[in-house]
């Protein structure tokens, strides 16, 4: 998969902003030294941690050249790194370890998330947000148009392999016997996006992105109409000419013991 595209990534970055701003204001550390932002991207997020904790050392890791260029450019306050979060372990622990939108792209989340708790200093704080989108219409339709079709041979292994989060219970499960405190919860945001076939444009930014890109031309654009004309049912444009988008994110915060 080539690099991401900021530019496309940014064209709804309000209303991707707007879960990492309700998360950050959740995060409750007396004095943080050190901050990581795993996923930083553009460094939308990043910027809001650097305001939020204006005497840490605030880190971004990303694995996109492209977005931690933006990110170097828009806070230069804070430091950006390349690294892989499958793999990632910080030099030195963290105060906070906050992940917005990165985690679900990823696999093996049993293993992973106690592997990043791990990676906190006793009573640090581990922020987490994920969509929870597998079942809606504009994720689904993915794996269904991925799979049939003259494309169904090149789409289908990447649709199959494609990571799912696990259930909310199950990360209770998984992080709270590990933890000092854990809070989970679910926020549904209404985005009122602008746009001829946004919920489309939207997908393009993230999750579309592996199968349009496993594709050459003309095959490229027949998937991508294919995938437009099924999703559009599901999000016609409103009156005022914009498209609801009801996009569900899971939220997790712990406390690491110690």
Known sequence: MSD????????????RLRPALDLIARIAHPDPKTVYDLGCGTGNGTAVLRSRFPSARVIGVDTSAAMLERARAEVPGAEFTAAD???????????VIFTNAALQWLPDHKVLLPRLLGCLAPGGVFAVQMPAMDAAPIRRLQFEVAANG?????????????????????YRAL???????FEMWETIYWHALQGEDAAV??????SLRPYVEALEEPMRSAYLDAYTQAVRPHYPREADGRTLLPFRRLFLLAVAAG
């Open 150 to 170: 003259p494309w169904a041979d090149r789409l289908g292994p990447i649709a199959a392999k494609a990571p799912r989060i696990l259930e909310p219970p199950a």
């Open 85 to 95: 979060l499958a793999t990632w372990t910080p030099a030195q622990k963290g105060d």
């Open 201 to 206: 444009q939207w997908s393009l930014g993230t």
């Open 175 to 181: 992080l709270a016997p590990l933890t000092a405190r």
């Open 4 to 15: 991401w595209n900021p530019a496309q990534y940014l064209r709804f970055d309000s209303e």
